[in-house]
Structure formats: structure tokens, C-alpha cells
């Protein structure tokens, strides 16, 4: 394949053409595996729990596209200890050029995936593998980048997978993308290794708490408590984490859920959960902005009130 000419080119052109390819990415590819993957995936990968479409979702970009390479490299490697990032076929997967991982990327202004572009590598789930085991498959930002077009036409494939194909698509927030696709996916999150013991995370504990407290000063309270922009987008990047915990806890998902999220999930139907998630979005963009920290706090404080206390 033309791919495999690529090591050989001179090493300017090379990383033009592929930022991806410096040694910086790979060293912090391999840390990242070190201290965070392995242990955090641990238990699909050795009760191998894996299914033959995934879905990461995380909110951090950079833990998202290095997850789907580790994933990519587990599918593909040919050491005992998948992925062992030194193996010839893990390698290709580090640099971007291993002609089994088929990467379906957005192009245009609109930045999403064209339909026939999506065709085209659909077809080549059909052709046997070159040199792994799997042939994979990645799409990034999916919840961004796929219509709904798109994820209708994706539907019949990601539905009878065989089993040497492999489906990885990364997501900031599941829940934009189709129940139908979605419920074909095995979600797996990248959010859960956050620190919950941090002083930022029980101070969004305390504030998600409060959120269903009878008493309605227990929430303004709380959320004076934020000094500034800064923590409050932390804060809330937590109160996101336990709704969506809540979330899939009230569905059939079963989740290992903090209890704060457990709460959440009995007092609240699930609407009024979408309904928090929703001002909880808006707000952390608002959060990055110049606007008041006092301001937005009373302003998130009456948005959620009023929904959780609706009749
Ligand atoms: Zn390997």
C-alpha cells in the first residue's frame, strides 16, 4: 500500500503532512497508558468484555483521540500484552499509518462526515483484513461530526458486525447521537477516572445535593461558595459528570454510580435530568466567558430550582 512509502519520505514532509508523528505525541501516548488506560480499562480488557463497536466518551478532546488509538493498538497488536506499543503493528498505530485502521474523517466547511465517504469505507468492512486480526474502524467526534444520515447508514453495519471488525467512535456527549445507533454501542467512559475526592468535586457534590434539598437557600449557599470563573467551570464539568451518572443509573445502564448520582436519578425523572444537563452545558460555556461569577451562580441557581421543584 502507498501508506507504507510514508516512513521512508523525507522527515520535513513527514511531519507536515502528519503532525501526528512526533516523538512528544508518542512519549505522552505512552504515559497516558501507563498511568491512566490500562488500570482504567483494566477490567474489559482482561475479562475481554470488549464488543465490536465502542463508543469513548469523555469531555477532555486529547484523552478521547489517544483512548481510540489505544484501543485501535489493542485490536491490532500481536504481543501477549495488548496493546505493548512496541510491536511493529502497535507502532503503525502510533503513527497513523496502519493500513487496517480505516479512519473515516469530516471534510468540508461544515466539518462532518460526507455520506459518500462513509459509503466508500463501509465497503471495505467486507474485505478481509491486510495484516491484523481486525479491521478497525474510528471516527472522531462523532457526536459533532455524523448527520443523521450518516448514523442511519451506519446503523445495518454497526448492527451485524463481524467479528473482525472493529467499530471505535469518540464522543463528547453520547446523548446527541441517534438512541437507535447508540443503544448499538457499548459506551465506555473516559470521565470516570476524575478525581471525585478533590475539594472542587465535593463542593459540586454538595451543590448537586442541594439541587433536590427542601431547603432552597442550601443551593444559592453552595454555589456562593465559588470564587471565580475558573473553579466555577470545574465545578460544573463535575455536576455534568454526576447528571449523566444519574442518567444512566434511572435507564437500564447499570452504572458503579456515586451515591450523589443515585440520589439525583430517584428524585428526578429523567427529563428534569436532561432539562439540568442542558443548563448545566450552557452555563459552563457562559463560565468561560467575562460574564459575573456571582452573577451566574444565582442565575444557575434559579434555572435549576425551577426544575427540579417544577410541578
Ligand atoms: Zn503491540
Sequence with gaps: MSEYNFENSKPQIKSELKPNINPDLKKSFEANIKTRFKTHFSDILNKNLLQNAILLEGTDKETRDMAAKFFSAYAVCKSEQKPCLDCNPCKKVINDIHPDIIKINPSGAANIVKLKDLREALKKAD?????????????????????EDSQNTLLKTVEEPTSDVLFIFTAENSLALLPT????????????????DSETSLLAQKIADAIISINEYELLLELNKIKNNAQLTEVLKFIEEYLRLALLSSGKQKSSSSFTAQKLSKKLTKERILSLLDVTRQAKLDSKTNIDTKLLCTFICTKYRRISWQK
Design 127 to 147: 474485505i478481509a483484513p491486510n495484516e491484523a486480526d481486525k479491521k478497525v474502524f474510528v471516527i472522531l467526534d462523532a457526536d459533532k461530526t455524523l448527520r
Design 181 to 196: 445507533i447508540l443503544s448499538r454501542l457499548q459506551v465506555i467512559n473516559l470521565n470516570a477516572s476524575i478525581d471525585f
